[in-house]
């Protein structure tokens, strides 16, 4: 399978690299993490890039969960998983929708 000229091994790699850096979020600090967010994702809407579009709003769902600012974190995650399926990155969509499943269960909404 090949999605945007990287394998499947890619696609696994990129993943794990969107969990380190929602680790690496906490290191920096959650402002510190939320204006580079804001910025990459403004950067990848002005490039047109969807698959960066999708990634950065789903660091800045993570920082939202970590923050504790739960209703903007489900909107990022919710914007991200939508991306993710236009694009049919599956490693994405299972990202967004395990990050979004814990900030639904803090905002007690429990159906699916």
Same mark, same amino acid.
């Given at each position: 399978?090949?999605? %945007? %000229?990287? %394998?499947?091994? @890619?696609?696994?790699?990129?993943?794990? &690299?969107?969990?380190? @850096?929602?680790?690496?979020?906490?290191?920096?600090?959650?402002? /510190? @993490?939320?204006?580079? %967010?804001?910025?990459?994702?403004?950067?990848?809407?002005?490039? @047109? /890039?969807?698959?960066?579009?999708?990634?950065?709003?789903?660091?800045?769902? +993570?920082?939202?969960?970590? &923050?504790? &600012? /739960?209703?903007?974190?489900?909107?990022?995650?919710?914007? #991200?998983?939508?991306? $993710?399926?236009?694009?049919? &990155?599956?490693?994405?969509?299972?990202?967004?929708?395990?990050?979004?499943? +814990?900030?639904? $269960?803090?905002?007690?909404?429990?159906? #699916?």
């Amino acid at each position: 399978m090949v999605v %945007g %000229g990287a %394998g499947l091994v @890619g696609r696994e790699r990129a993943a794990g &690299d969107l969990h380190r @850096g929602a680790g690496q979020v906490v290191a920096v600090g959650v402002g /510190n @993490g939320r204006r580079a %967010g804001q910025q990459a994702l403004e950067i990848f809407r002005n490039l @047109g /890039n969807r698959q960066g579009v999708a990634n950065a709003l789903t660091c800045l769902g +993570t920082i939202g969960r970590v &923050d504790g &600012d /739960n209703q903007a974190a489900a909107q990022a995650l919710e914007e #991200a998983l939508s991306i $993710y399926r236009e694009l049919g &990155d599956r490693v994405g969509q299972a990202t967004a929708l395990s990050y979004l499943g +814990t900030v639904r $269960y803090a905002l007690d909404e429990y159906e #699916a």
